[in-house]
């Protein structure tokens, strides 16, 4: 919409989405070297300017912008934000640090993902957590009205930059916002074929490419469904729904972790969380209030979606029922 405003409505959108779906699920298709390469073009793609962003914005903070005012500044008068404002805060923030947990989805077709995917998954944490902050520093010290901003960063880079600095940050956004989509498709593609291999989906949705070697069919069905969400949804209310289900999810995950150590089935772990079970149980509590937060409209939204999933799972377990392998 920055480039070509007209692009954003009607066909030209549909167009837009269809072709994004149609190249990044082909990309998944060949193969999951292919997918990591280009999953890698894409990181850099969008940390570079992101990096230059904060390095060179890091000298043009003016500290004045960090000051306190109204009512979260002392004897400002006025009223704090509430707990049921933060928690709607965070809720909305979880989309932009989620993703994380997709990185053991394809271990299966990663060299030594005993090693590998620990250290990946911290590492990955750091490096976000870091570039976020950094962002938001260089925001917040450059540009005056960033709350009243539509493009904050492309805003505070043509502060920084000029027009072509913001040109940059644009480029960057679609770039970032294209790698998501990426890293969906490579994750959620394979969501299927493990549960068509356990018998909780139709078992030909577990069929691997002869030559690709990849669950391309549990891939052109996930692709399938991101197309046909984003076409019937608007961001807003696709990003709400995503996020409650990741937080339904999150939640299950924790709750899970103290019963996983007890059992006697669990193979050994060779990376173990300190204080596991206290971190497990504070995370369950977060979640929790995260999501009794919400709208009753928001609540009815992810039990649909739930329900939707319910079914299809019920369908092809009853229809063509096989066991787990």
């Known amino acids: ?30 193969g999951i070297r292919r997918a990591a390469l280009v999953n890698t073009a894409l990181t850099i793609g969008k940390l570079a300017p992101l990096a230059l962003f904060i390095v060179v914005g890091s000298f ?27 928690a709607s805060t965070v809720f909305l923030a979880i989309y ?7 990185l053991g989805v394809p271990a299966g077709e990663v060299r030594d993902p005993v090693r590998t995917i620990p250290f990946a998954l911290l590492a990955g944490l750091a490096v976000v957590a870091t570039v976020y902050v950094g962002v938001q520093l260089v925001a917040v010290g450059t540009l005056p009205d960033l709350g009243t901003s539509k493009r904050p960063l ?25 790698g998501v989509a990426h890293a969906i498709i490579l994750a959620a593609g394979r969501m299927p074929f493990a549960m068509a291999e356990r018998g909780q989906l139709w078992p030909a949705i577990a069929a691997v490419h002869p030559k690709y070697q990849t669950p391309f069919l549990g891939i052109l069905v996930s692709a399938g469904g991101m197309l046909l969400f984003t076409l019937m949804t608007t961001f807003t209310s696709a990003l709400t729904i995503t996020v409650g289900l990741r937080v339904i999810i999150y939640l299950v995950t924790c709750a899970a972790l103290p019963v996983l150590r007890r059992s006697d089935d669990s193979a050994a772990t060779v990376f173990r969380v300190p204080a596991g079970r206290w971190v497990s149980a504070l995370c369950v509590g977060m979640c929790a209030v995260l999501l009794l937060a919400r709208p009753i409209g928001e609540m009815i939204q992810f039990l649909v979606v739930l329900a939707i999933g319910l079914l299809l799972w019920w369908g092809s377990t009853w229809l063509e029922p096989r066991p787990p392998s």
């Open 1 to 30: 919409g920055w480039f070509v405003p007209g692009i954003t409505t009607g066909v030209w959108r549909a167009a837009v989405i269809l072709a994004v779906v149609v190249v990044l699920a082909m990309v998944n298709v060949l």
């Open 60 to 86: 043009y903070l003016d500290v004045d912008h960090f000051r306190a005012t109204g009512a979260m500044a002392v004897g400002g008068g006025g009223t704090a934000p509430g707990m049921a404002a933060m």
């Open 96 to 102: 932009a640090f989620s993703g994380f947990e997709t």
């Open 154 to 178: 492309a805003d505070a880079a043509a502060r920084l930059f000029g027009p072509f600095g913001a040109a940059v940050m644009v480029v960057g956004a679609l770039v970032s916002t294209l």
